[in-house]
Nanobody, 124 residues
Framework: QVQLVESGGGLVQAGGSLRLSCAAS????????MGWFRQAPGKEREFVAA????????SYADSVKGRFTISRDNTKNTMYLQMNSLKPEDTARHYC?????????????????WGQGTQVTVST
């Protein structure tokens, strides 16, 4: 089992930046691909970004490409999402997830563990 805890969310003005963190604990000796998803009120959960176990491969949703950067530090069992040039449409609860896969995954059903989420709110 792996436990995931997100942090770093908050309220920011449009054009601003935030960095989300996802700390993993538990069975972290195993290799996991990881990802970020988000869900706005009244909308389905959507893919944001994903990273392979090694960190060598990444994938982004078109809506965040060029603005967000996913990374991980396996020595600290932590994944990050640097979010720049934030827009009001980025407002959502952001979740980190871990998959028993080595390669990155872009669909929620490929993930085995989820955090509770952290709220990101972008004002105009």
């Amino acid at each position: 089992q792996v436990q995931l805890v997100e942090s770093g969310g908050g309220l920011v003005q449009a054009g601003g930046s935030l960095r989300l963190s996802c700390a993993a604990s538990g069975r972290t000796s195993k290799s996991y691909a990881m990802g970020w998803f988000r869900q706005a009120p009244g909308k389905e959960r959507e893919f944001v970004a994903a990273i392979s176990w090694s960190g060598g491969s990444t994938s982004y949703a078109d809506s965040v490409k060029g603005r967000f950067t996913i990374s991980r530090d396996n020595t600290k069992n932590t994944m990050y999402l640097q979010m720049n040039s934030l827009k009001p449409e980025d407002t959502a609860r952001h979740y980190c997830a871990a998959s028993n896969s080595f390669s990155y995954e872009v669909t929620a059903d490929r993930y085995d563990y989820w955090g509770q989420g952290t709220q990101v709110t972008v004002s105009t």
